[in-house]
């Protein structure tokens, strides 16, 4: 059916296909962004995304046959993380994980669905990237936000540890895994049957 | 304009688009995530005022003045109320008006750069920057998108509110399901759409594209320029010191 | 020159169903073809295997060959029909890649890599011939459906394509935005464009055709040529299932009971007080001081324009902040109040339906759960095989019919309705006039916005008409 000369190379329906997925998810993380102002929730904000951004995240898989589109998408959302003020540390690390989650995909042949639940955990941990800031520039991170106010700092010091962030990015990986199955189920129960897939 | 002529039309926004992308990281750098500290203090206060002006410019008046609104509103609770007040209460304020300083500026300068640049002005820049396709297509598409999925939203929650009485209580965990899973579903098929559309109409069949849309610096972004520069300059001077 | 020889095709998602049977047609050049029929009958379908969206986005089985002047197509893409094929899509809303109107229409020449001065040059053509200078460096989210079709059709126009396709291009538009689009047709045809259009609409365009094809199940059921179509009657059209050939302008159609004679008692009347909307406080999108609704009737309010219609509507409905009364047996309801007290069946039905099946929307529409009596309104409005089914998979007028199945079973007095019979086929508008037949036999009270003449007739007992502030 699809044409041999594509091959593996994206074309335009495949851009537009990113930004259709890339739009969605990025307002479901902006809206999760929004309970990022109570302490605790900025700390789960990583593993939230991982969750809702699952649902819309597996109806996009069902749409990747080729290599490069989650990177693309990976890659954006660590550019508007900049644009949105979270310094310029979450656009390598969106590269790195956006590469993860494309060996993840790949190596199901962009097709199997267990592989696809693994790519859901690997996907968000791009917002992780948002603590880099908190860990490697400890310092300088609560010097800025001691307009926070220090209820504010001393709740969010108490969380974040050096070894929390990989606790962080395991709980990410764990709640995208979650996602997915949440994707997985609503992609049975609504997307497939609406005819959307 | 009369009905039936059109002329390619000269009038561009103030700011060149590439200029426009220079102040939102400027603003999410020095504003956002206050970077120098309070060694650049008077810069960030320009900066966090340079949204207005040019709301101004492009006539936007109404944001413009809303803004103004808001932000009166913050410095009179920070000077008049907050000394007086102590506590959970100070600390709820102190949160509120930091966040509302902080993000105003930066908020309003993407109103400013959304509302003023046309999707073929971004992709014009983006073209200039070396930026690939792959890159600058999806962002199109998301520019296009994110008042559709604005409207979606609006819809499905207008429906809701309508029939919305007998879904509270009993299905309360649902609501997520009736909210997220139709937006989703409009969304992807209005981008289905959307995307046949563009392909009938050769999206994707020239290696390069022409662009009709000029972009290129004037006054206005040597002045950005300049002052950008002397941020700059400034700061490092005081890394150095 | 077209040619269809033998073609069959059945999509993947149902391989048993053939969408079109053994279908052949010549088409030569710079004709004008309408092609028509029933839901489902395959229309839709062959524009899709001209302009290659079978088999890229709609995947399925094609047999048999289709050439454009001696050379196979199916064997091309979408892109590569890009300036040689130009389509126009049903929903206005979502045929737009950018958001202003100017480049909208150089995108399609941008994408071919024509150079920029004659890219302007053929903007500049189709502003001129299609008179839409005022449209030109606008948003397209301030258009309204009449304005962004026309668009659709510039921006077709600027690719200068020899064959043009028309899927359904009036289903969202009224009557006078359908009259524009006849226009712009004609100049296609003037110009010598070979043109398909498939639609159920087809009063607007009767008399353009050179000729009409109409099919039924996917195969050709009657091939009218241009000598003959000014002999076909409205009998003819309705035994093919067709709607109404007659070019009625729904604001003809106004009549109301004479209030001064007094003949109307209070209590058998609501009254709408005091609703005005304006768009940017600049102008008045419409104001209506007063305006009498007879209970237990169909009330059609016509004219005016879409959005003004639709945002009356929500304004009523309530689910739109206002300063609008509705006065019902002596109380008076602000629009908070009437949360709760009306039904509303939407524009675009696919917001609100939220569910996994027919039978669950249904379900949480009544105030109590009631298994049997939502099977037994579900039978009512003909989906009783269907309870089972995705809503949003369901065709246009079925989502419809869900929807009013979601009213009767809401029990609330009032409904509203918002161009229920957009891109509905004959046999599809006849069932949702009949439900409101019986609705208002059964003592509700029912305002549709519409600009369908031929269904005002059918079921609504009052018209109104809306004038534009």
New interface residues.
């Given amino acids: 059916m699809s044409k041999q000369e594509s091959g593996n190379k ?4 495949d ?10 998810y ?3 993380a902006m809206a999760l962004a929004m309970t990022g ?1 109570i302490p605790i929730f900025l700390i789960l904000l990583s593993s939230m995304i991982g969750i ?1 951004g699952g ?2 995240f597996m ?1 996009f898989l069902t749409k990747v046959k080729k290599p ?1 589109m989650l990177l ?2 990976s ?2 959302m660590g550019i508007l993380m ?6 310029w540390m979450p656009i390598p690390f969106s590269i790195l994980t956006g590469i993860i989650a494309e060996l993840v995909y790949r190596s199901g042949g962009y097709k199997s669905m267990k592989a696809a639940i693994l790519t859901a955990g690997a996907f968000p941990l791009w917002s992780c990237g948002n603590y880099l ?1 908190l860990f490697l520039q400890r310092e300088q991170y609560f ?2 936000r001691t ?3 220090q ?2 700092i001393d709740a969010v010091m108490k969380f974040t540890p050096n070894w929390m962030f990989f606790v962080l990015l395991i709980a990410t990986f764990v709640c995208g895994i979650i996602g997915g199955f949440l994707g997985k189920a ?1 992609l049975k129960k ?2 497939e049957r ?1 005819g ?1 897939v | ?9 000269k009038k561009k926004s103030l700011l060149d688009p590439r200029t426009k992308l220079l102040l ?2 400027v ?3 020095l ?5 120098g ?1 309070e060694h650049l203090f008077w810069f960030r206060v320009v900066f966090a005022m340079l949204p207005f002006l040019l709301l101004l410019t492009a006539k936007r008046y109404k944001t413009c003045f809303i803004g103004l609104l808001v932000l009166g509103v913050i410095y009179f609770l920070e000077y008049t109320v907050f000394p007086y007040v102590n506590g959970a209460i ?2 709820i304020l ?2 509120i008006i ?2 509302i ?2 993000f105003l500026p ?1 908020y309003l300068m ?1 109103v400013y750069v959304m509302g003023s640049t ?3 002005e971004f992709k014009a820049a983006m073209d200039k920057l070396y930026v690939p ?3 600058t ?13 604005k ?2 939203n609006d ?2 929650r ?10 509270c209580g009993r ?1 309360a965990g649902k609501m ?3 909210r ?27 290696k ?6 000029h972009i290129g610096f004037g006054w206005a972004d040597i002045v950005i320029f300049l002052l950008v520069a002397a941020t700059l300059v400034y700061w490092i001077l005081g890394v150095f010191a | 020159m077209i040619k269809f020889e033998n073609v069959s095709f059945a999509y993947d998602a149902t391989p048993e169903e053939k969408s079109l049977r053994n279908f052949s047609l010549t088409i030569e050049g710079g004709e004008c073809v309408l092609i028509t029929g029933p839901s489902g009958c395959g229309k839709s379908t062959l524009l899709r295997l001209l ?3 079978i088999p ?2 709609y995947g399925g089985k094609t047999e048999g060959s289709i050439k454009i002047d001696g050379n196979e197509i199916r064997e091309s893409s ?6 040689k ?3 126009v ?1 049903q ?1 206005p ?8 109107t ?2 909208e229409l ?11 001065d004659e ?2 040059r053929r ?2 053509k189709t ?3 299609f ?4 449209l ?2 606008r948003s397209i ?1 301030e258009l309204s459906g009449g304005e962004k079709q026309k668009i ?1 059709c510039a ?2 126009d600027v ?1 200068a394509p020899e064959i043009i396709l028309l899927d359904e291009p009036s289903a969202n538009l009224d009557f006078e935005a359908a009259e524009n689009l006849r226009e712009l047709i004609l100049h296609w045809k003037n110009a010598g464009k070979t043109i398909l259009i498939a639609e159920h609409r087809i009063n607007y365009i009767w008399d353009l055709a050179d000729r009409v094809v109409i099919l039924e199940n996917g195969v050709l059921a009657r091939e009218i040529k241009r000598d003959r179509i000014a002999r076909f009657t409205e009998e003819d059209a309705t035994r093919f299932g067709l709607r109404c050939l007659a070019r009625t302008a729904p604001t003809s159609l106004v009549k109301v009971e004479n209030e001064a004679s007094g003949q109307t008692q209070m209590d058998d009347t609501i009254i709408l007080k005091n609703f005005h909307y304006s768009y940017d406080k600049k102008q008045e999108l419409y104001s209506i001081p007063e305006m009498k609704i007879r209970k237990g009737k169909v009330t059609a309010i016509v004219g005016a324009n879409g959005a003004g219609k639709t945002t009356f509507l ?1 304004s009523v ?4 902040k206002n300063s609008g009364i509705m006065v019902s047996d002596g109380v008076s309801y602000t629009y908070k109040k009437r ?2 007290m ?3 069946v ?1 524009q ?1 039905v ?6 996994e099946s027919v039978l669950d929307e249904v379900l ?4 109590e759960e009631d298994e049997n009596g939502a099977k037994a309104i579900l039978a009512e409005v003909g989906l009783k095989d269907f309870s089972e089914r995705h809503p ?1 998979s369901l065709s246009g007028g079925q989502k419809q019919r869900i929807a009013l199945a ?1 009213a009767i079973a ?1 029990n609330l007095p009032f409904l509203l309705l918002d161009e229920p019979t957009s891109g509905l086929d004959h046999v599809q508008m006849y069932a949702v006039a009949e439900i409101l037949n019986r609705l208002k036999n059964e003592g509700r009270t029912i305002i549709t916005v519409t600009h369908d003449s031929e269904f005002i007739e059918h079921c609504c007992d009052d018209v109104i008409r809306m004038e534009e502030a």
């Fill in positions: 994206l074309n335009g329906r851009f537009i296909n990113i930004g259709i997925y890339t739009a969605i990025f307002v479901i102002l809702i649902i819309p109806l490069g693309i998408m890659l954006i900049f644009v949105t003020g979270m310094t800031p010097a800025d307009s926070y106010g209820e504010y609503l609504h997307f609406a959307i | 304009m009369s009905e039936d002529t059109w002329t390619s039309s939102i990281f603003e999410a750098v504003v956002l995530a206050t970077t500290g100070a600390g102190l949160i930091m966040i300083n902080r930066a993407g046309t999707v073929s396709d792959a890159l297509i999806p962002m199109c598409v998301m520019f296009r998108l994110f008042p559709t999925i409207e979606e819809s499905i207008a429906a809701m509110k309508m029939r919305g009485i007998r879904f299905k997520l399901e009736y997220v899973v139709p937006m989703i579903t409009c969304t992807a098929k209005i981008g289905e759409e959307l995307s046949a559309s563009a392909l009938t109409r050769g999206l994707g069949k020239e390069k594209r022409t662009n009709i849309c | 302009n290659g969206l890229e986005f979408v892109v590569d029909q890009a300036g094929i130009g389509t899509f929903n809303r979502s045929q737009f890649f950018n958001v202003d100017t480049s150089a995108f399609g020449p941008e994408n071919l890599a024509l150079p920029e890219i302007l903007i500049a502003v001129k011939n008179s839409i200078g005022t030109m460096d989210f659709a921006s077709v690719l929500e409905c309530g689910i739109r949360i709760g009306i039904f509303m939407m675009d696919n917001h609100q339906l939220f569910t949480i529409s009544q105030p949003m979601c809401s």
